[in-house]
């Protein structure tokens, strides 16, 4: 019913940037949460940045601790995307990037891949030395 799409990754150097962004399509919502996984070879995905809005309401964002002060993420509702900012970016940040969705505002933790019900095939991003 949603589909979600990926783009963005790429290669850079550490120190560098990159904007990835989720494309939404399908079934849209009022009241959504959406967030970002990573998943480096031989590690576990790991929970990078959440957001969530509901009508009349401003964004409310969520970070794990490795993203703060370094990525941002953004919505834009008219465009039905979703976006991660990525600066500072260092070799430990290579992964596969997931974006992932769920039509409600309400998760009991943002963190875990089971709260979200839709998920995009994810974008790599390779940070070089």
Not at 34 to 45: D, L, S, T, V, Y
Request: charge should be positive.
């Amino acid at each position: 019913q949603v589909q979600l799409v990926e783009s963005g990754g790429g290669l850079v150097q550490a120190g560098g940037s990159l904007r990835l962004s989720c494309a939404a399509s399908g079934r849209t919502f009022s009241s959504y949460a959406m967030g970002w996984f990573r998943q480096a070879p031989g590690k576990e995905r790991e929970f990078v940045a959440a957001i969530r809005w509901k009508p009349d309401t401003p964004y409310f964002t969520h970070y794990a601790d490795s993203a703060k002060g370094r990525f941002t993420i953004s919505r834009d509702n008219a465009k039905n995307t979703m976006y991660l900012q990525m600066n500072n970016l260092k070799p430990e940040d290579t992964a596969v990037y997931s974006c992932a969705a769920r039509g409600d505002f309400a998760l009991a933790a943002v963190q875990r891949t089971g709260e979200y019900d839709y998920w995009g095939q994810g974008t790599q991003v390779t940070v070089s030395s």
